[in-house]
């Protein structure tokens, strides 16, 4: 089992920044790739970033200029730095971590709003 806390969101202005943690505990020896998504009202939800246990990291186009992915590995933490904020980020914020085993965990989300 692996659990995902994160935490950062909140409440910012358009063209505003937040950093998003996602913090891993458990079988955290079994993950290969940690990424961030979110979930926007009334909509599915969408890939933001991720990055593997090398470092390579992926991302949506909309977010590649504006956001970056990174990871501490000996904070078990993955971070999303979030810049140029626009309102259409506005949404819960998910981390998810995937296993050697292809099983997914996923944290409990955490609320951006982009707002002025």
């Known amino acids: 089992q692996v659990q995902l806390v994160e935490s950062g969101g909140g409440l910012v202005q358009p063209g505003g920044s937040l950093r998003l943690s996602c913090a891993a505990s458990?079988?955290?020896?079994?993950?290969?790739?940690m990424g961030w998504y979110r979930q926007a009202p009334g909509k599915q939800r969408e890939l933001v970033a991720t990055?593997?246990?090398?470092?390579?990291?992926n991302y949506a186009d909309p977010m590649k200029c504006r956001f970056t992915i990174s990871r501490d590995n000996d904070k078990n933490t993955v971070y999303l730095q979030m810049n140029s904020l626009k309102p259409e980020d506005t949404g819960v914020y998910y981390c998810?971590?995937?296993?050697?085993?292809?099983?997914?965990?996923w944290g409990q989300g955490t609320q951006v709003t982009v707002s002025s």
């Open positions: 998810k971590a995937l296993t050697l085993r292809g099983i997914a965990f």
């Open positions: 458990g079988s955290i020896f079994s993950i290969i790739v």
């Open positions: 990055i593997t246990n090398s470092g390579v990291t």
